[in-house]
T-cell receptor, first 110, second 115 residues
Framework: AQRVTQPEKLLSVFKGAPVELKCNYS??????LFWYVQYSRQRLQLLLRHISRESIKGFTADLNKGETSFHLKKPFAQEEDSAMYYC????????????FGSGTRLSIRP | GAVVSQHPSWVICKSGTSVKIECRSL??????MFWYRQFPKQSLMLMAT?????????EQGVEKDKFLINHASLTLSTLTVTSAHPEDSSFYIC???????????FGPGTRLTVT
């Protein structure tokens, strides 16, 4: 069965510092990986997906199949980045259900 | 953009009663909708996958007789918590998959408190 692991429950960094939220997955096939973000009092929304290979709000994430990781990175954190971040996996593009990691709360200190 | 709504946004009910939560895709058709449960400061746990016109597929450990799911149209799915108990108190979130794309959109959630 597929599984997503986010080892950090809370990550606190200063504004302007680099950010890396870790995500590891277990699945024998070639899954789709996502990062979702939930700002305070807002609904869950897609931040980025690995197949898009794009940078959203300065965040990037590279799928490393060898290490089965999909870490989220941003070179310079901003206060508005404070939120809950969830790494998620879908078995493939034709599959339906998305499985979420336990989430990491990112707190940016001024 | 695609919007998913949930109604009600919060509900308080007495133990033993049933509660129905609606999930609607407002500007797109969703052949598949998903129901998640989120405990405080925890992740989203998938409860079931709901396909329009067919029976829902429940995840392991989720009681299908307790959490009744109906997906009668391409824009509406309902979750009914039957004979609710305090341990059913949680945040219930639905998401809908656009039939024309692979994107999945999330509703704002419904907070259920059972007293």
């Amino acid at each position: 069965a597929q599984r997503v692991t986010q080892p950090e429950k809370l990550l606190s960094v200063f504004k302007g510092a680099p950010v890396e939220l870790k995500c590891n997955y277990s699945y024998s096939g070639s899954p789709e990986l996502f990062w979702y973000v939930q700002y305070s009092r807002q609904r869950l929304q897609l931040l980025l997906r690995h197949i898009s290979r794009e940078s959203i709000k300065g965040f990037t994430a590279d799928l490393n199949k060898g290490e089965t990781s999909f870490h989220l990175k941003k070179p310079f954190a901003q206060e508005e980045d404070s939120a809950m971040y969830y790494c998620a996996l879908r078995k493939d593009s034709s599959a339906s259900k998305i499985i979420f990691g336990s989430g990491t709360r990112l707190s940016i200190r001024p | 953009g695609a919007v998913v709504s949930q109604h009600p946004s919060w509900v308080i009910c007495k133990s033993g009663t049933s509660v129905k939560i609606e999930c609607r895709s407002l500007d797109f058709q969703a052949t598949t909708m998903f129901w998640y449960r989120q405990f405080p400061k925890q992740s989203l746990m998938l409860m079931a996958t709901s396909n329009e016109g067919s029976k829902a597929t429940y995840e392991q450990g989720v009681e299908k007789d307790k959490f009744l799911i109906n997906h009668a149209s391409l824009t509406l799915s309902t979750l009914t918590v039957t004979s609710a108990h305090p341990e059913d108190s949680s945040f219930y979130i639905c998401s809908a998959k656009d039939r024309k794309a692979y994107e999945q959109y999330f509703g704002p959630g419904t907070r259920l408190t059972v007293t």
